[in-house]
Every structure is written in structure tokens, then in C-alpha cells.
């Protein structure tokens, strides 16, 4: 039985670009390791786990690779994201992931990010000892702008609508019920957001901020409710030890919440300036002591994102030279996929396939790892469902 290394670059696919030469980012870039593991192993394409009419999303495309039904499986970003945080859920809270936001008098939208401030932790220790009709409210700070919100007690619904409008100049919405039974958990939120609102008016941070021309955070987003959902841990349902390197909030929460073991890597954030090395090594250095990695590299996705095409090449160029490290394990399956594809062009999450190679087992024609060029790999078109069937047969568990 092989060892089996999965890396999940997010966001790799992407879409041909003019400024490329007609390339997309990854084919552009220059990446003799990832072409190495496509020219010795098998290649095809992955079909991005999407519903109906929408693009696919991380947390969605990350369960289905790891052949959960995200329909079933997903318990609601606010989860994973509290989580990826590093919280305890019980089994009645309901979960938020939140902004820091900036609103005029009129509740408008100025800034859905507050002009991304960091240091937080005096807002958030000034919300932290509310509680509405037996209700605690916990903040958790996240990376820069962001927070995990906790409702913590009784009769407590996550089927509520998010307040966030997503623009900047619309008013902030009301939390909605979207069922009956949800009716006190809406209210204790408005109620919160009201609370919250005029102490975060009134904060010395803020109205220093104010005074130093910077956004006063002054209004929370909430979106994301959702529910811890019992599900089969990873190890269980595939026998096999796993555990998870990644440096972002989300796919911290997804290890998490599959009952991955976490290999920590200082400096792993996933950001552009990630600890890349670190990540490699790490698992290069654990893959002894586990059947199974699950490897997260986040900032393709960002750069993408922000219709950064060329940075997107660079950074994978970066991960490109790193990979390296991971060319002479013995008896290890290498994966490389990606969750989802990202358009540089569109700024955004889009549905086009997303290559993937399996290295160390078998080979096919294919000798560079591209979107095209997978197009001819013997692997074909794989659902994300399908995928740990796949790699399973070939690491021999089944
Ligand atoms: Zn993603």
C-alpha cells in the first residue's frame, strides 16, 4: 500500500488570457517539477462539484474531493470558518463568519471591509460579554477584517439570512427567519447587530481611526449560519491515518471538521508570503507517520481573484520550485488538483475543469501539466466525487 500526498492548489484552472500569449497562468509558467510528476504519472481533468446555476465554491469542491456529498456534508461556512479559527462547537451553537464593516448614518455600506483593518482585538473584547434572552454571543478574531461569531444556547435555528447586501452604497439588511422556528434566533441577532453597532460607534479605536482619516469599523456582516453536522471522520471512513497542512482559516476548519490531524507549519498562512517551504517539508518530514496529507496552498486563488494573471503564474512557478523537495519519496502517490477553477479575467470562481496528475503509479502520454495537455491524460474527466475511489484503487487500499 502506498502513502498518498494530496495537494489541493485552490483555484489552479483558469481561463486562456491574451496578455499570456493566449496561455492560461499555468501553462505560461515555467514549472519543470509539476511537469516531471504529469510526464511520469497519469493526467486528466477534474469536474468542479457545483449546484445548479452557481459557481463552485471552496468548501463545497474540497468535501466532494474528499468523496463527502457537500449537499449532506456541509455544515455551513460559519462552521468551518470557527473552526479553522481553532473554537470548540457544541452541538447547539450556530455559527457565523463575519466582517467588519463600515456603514454611514443611514446603515449604507461604505467600506464591507473597513478598510481592511488588523488589529481588532479591542473591538472584538468590547463585544464579548453580551447576552440576549439567555443567549451568549462569542467573537473569535480571524485573519485581518474577519471573525467567527458564535450564538451560544437553547432553541437556536442556523436557518437565518446573512445582512450582508455584498455592495457597497446598499443598507445593510435585517437578519430574516427563513423558517418558522427561527423566529427568536433572528431577533437576538438583529438586536446584537443594533447592540454592537452603537458600541463600535462609540469606541476609542474607532474614533481614533476616525481622526486618522482611516474607516471606523463600525458594523458587523454576518453570513454563513450553519450547524456542526455529525459525519463519518475521514480516518474511519477510508481507514487511513490523515492529516493537513494549510495555512488558511477555511481549509484549517475542513481538516478540522473531517477529523484530519493538523501538521502545523510555522508561518503558514496562507498567503502569498506562506511559508511554502515549510509546508513542503513538513510533509515530506510526517508523511512516515500518516497514510494520508492533505497539502492546502491558498494564494493562486487570491491572485486570481484579484485579476492578478501574472502573480498567479509567479506563485505557482514558487510552489513549482518547492515541489521539489517532495520528487524522491518512496512508495507515495502525488496528487495535484485544484478545488475549483478561478478566471483572472472575471475576478472570480468559474466552472471550467481543473487538471489534475496522479504521480507513482501510473504513466500516460501526457508531459506537461497544463489545462490542455491533461485534456489527453488517460485519467479523462473525473467527477470530484469520484476522486478518492480513484486514488484509493491505485494506492492499493482497495
Ligand atoms: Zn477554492
Known sequence: MKKIILMIIDGLGDESIPQLGNKTPLEAAIKPNLDFLAKNGACGLIVPRTEKGKLP??????LALFGYNPKKAN??????????????ILKEDVCFRGNFATVDENLKIIDRRAGRIEGTEPLIKSLN?????????????AFGHRFGLILRGKNLSEKVSSNDPKEAGDKVFKIKPLKIKSKKTAQILNLFLDISHSILERHPLNKERVLKGFLPANYLLLRGAGKLKRI???????KLKAGFIAG??????????????EIKVRGANGLPTTNLKGKFLAAKKNIKNFD??????????????????LEKKNFIEKIDQNLKLLLNLKNTLIIVTGDHSTSSLLKKHCRALIPILIYGKIADSVKEFSERACQKGDLGELRQINLMKKILKLAKYE
Open 57 to 62: 465554491t471552496s468548501e463545497d469542491c474540497h
Open 75 to 88: 455544515p455551513g461556512r460559519g462552521v468551518l470558518e470557527v473552526l479553522g479559527i481553532g473554537e470548540k
Open 129 to 141: 460579554k453580551i447576552k440576549i434572552k439567555g443567549v451568549k454571543i462569542i467573537i473569535k478574531k
Open 232 to 238: 463519518e471522520k475521514f480516518s474511519q471512513k477510508y
Open 248 to 261: 488558511g482559516t477555511l481549509y484549517k476548519g475542513i481538516g478540522r471538521y473531517l477529523g484530519m490531524k
Open 292 to 309: 494520508f496529507i492533505f497539502l492546502h496552498i491558498k494564494a493562486v486563488d487570491n491572485f486570481a481573484e484579484d485579476g492578478n494573471f
